[in-house]
Structure formats: C-alpha cells, structure tokens
C-alpha cells in the first residue's frame, strides 16, 4: 500500500511514523509514505497558496489551481480530502480502504478551507469527526493508522483485529490480564474457567451490554 499525503507541514508527520506498527511496516516495505509539501506546487516568491475569499469572510483560502497541480504531480490513486463535512470516519471504511486500493492520496486541508472546485478533483471526502481541527493532518493520520493495521501481514496476529470494537456494530468486550486482583477488584470467575464456550457466550454477551450503556446508536 502507498499513501501520498499533500500537506502544508511536513514537519508534522515525522515522529508520528517513526514508531510502533507504522514504523515497523515501512521497514518490512508493507507500505510506502510519501510526503509532498503544498508549497512546492505554489507560483511566486513567497510560496502563498492560499488567497482572500471572493464574497468577503473570516481567513484565508487554499487555492484550487495550486492543489491541482499538487494531485498531477502525484502518480493516480485514490484521493481523499480530509474535511469537516465528508463522510463520517467508520471501522467499515477503513476496512474498504484496505482492501480495495493499493494507493492511496490523503489531501490535508488547512485555514479557513479550501476553494469548493477542490471538491471536483477528489473521489472521497472524509471527516472523523463533528468537530473542527487545524488542518486535515491529524485526521490523515488516523486514516493511514486505521488502514495499515488492517493490511495482511502487517498484525503479527492477524486475528487482534476481528474481535476489536466496531468490527461487529458493537464495542469490543471487557478484558483483563495479572493481576487476578486489584484493589478489591478481581477478573470474573468466567475467564478463569478453561472454558472457552462458555467464555465466548460471556464475551458477546458483554460486548452487547457495553454497546447499550455507552453507544446505543450502534445497535
């Protein structure tokens, strides 16, 4: 899997991919991430590229011509603006994500916004949440984070991501390591049971009560 990500800062993606499963999968050449500065693509002296909004309002916006000569420079993939109002981030996306395209084009949106033609030159859309950021850079990591864990081989076991939260429309079940006790808190006799049907049953059957307590919207 490639990403190519278009973004103002750079600066901002280095620590973050230098650990853990991102790190350790561009090591084992598992995925490619490609950095490509805006600012390169802009026309004067002082590498602006953004301008005043036609109409009057608040800040500065990116230039459409200046993004398009960004997204030509990069070989085709499939592209996607990071936006407050795209299509609210799921598991499921992520997971078509993963399976579906071999490169991937993460456009970071930054300022006041982006001109509106930028729209016409994306396939897809993406907000994670209903809340506003400083720019598209932090959802574009969560993006590469949730797609490159769900890539083959990537997971030293495979098998972590299919009981997680979300997979099945539920929040993953309530677990529990050493010590069996903890302040007057003891790990449920189940689990210490042996007896793997009996625990899967209380692991559903849990997994079922955490959702309607915290995320009902999901059932």
């Known amino acids: ?16 991919f230098a650990y853990s ?17 805006l600012r390169d693509f802009s026309t004067d002296a002082y590498k602006s590229v953004d301008d005043r909004p036609y109409g009057g309002g608040a ?9 398009d000569k960004a997204l030509k420079s990069i070989k085709k993939g499939h ?9 609210p981030y799921k598991q499921s996306m992520a997971k078509q994500l993963a399976t579906t395209y071999d490169h991937i084009i993460l456009l ?8 509106e033609r930028v729209r016409s030159l ?11 950021l400083t720019g598209g850079e932090i959802p574009t990591l969560v993006v590469v984070d949730s797609v490159t864990r769900l890539l083959t081989g990537v997971l030293s076991k495979p098998e972590a991501t299919v ?8 929040l993953e079940y309530p677990q529990y390591t050493r010590p069996a006790s903890y ?13 793997h049907k009996k625990i899967a049953a209380w692991q559903k059957a849990q997994a079922i009560k955490k959702t309607k307590h915290t995320r009902p919207d999901l059932l």
Request: proline share 4%.
């Open 163 to 170: 009981h997680e939260s979300f997979t099945e429309a539920l």
């Open 21 to 37: 499963i991102i790190k350790r999968a561009v090591e084992k050449n598992q995925i490619h991430i490609d950095i490509v500065n």
């Open 59 to 67: 800040g500065m916006i990116l230039r459409v011509d200046i993004i």
């Open 108 to 115: 970071c949106g930054h300022y006041e916004g982006i001109d």
């Open 183 to 195: 302040k007057d808190q003891t790990v449920p006799e189940i689990l210490l049971s042996g007896d």
């Open 122 to 132: 994306v396939d897809q859309e993406i907000s994670i949440g209903d809340y506003v």
């Open 1 to 16: 899997m490639k990403f190519s990500i278009i973004t103002l800062f750079p600066d901002m993606f280095t620590s973050p």
């Open 79 to 87: 592209t996607i603006l990071l936006d407050p109002g795209g299509t």
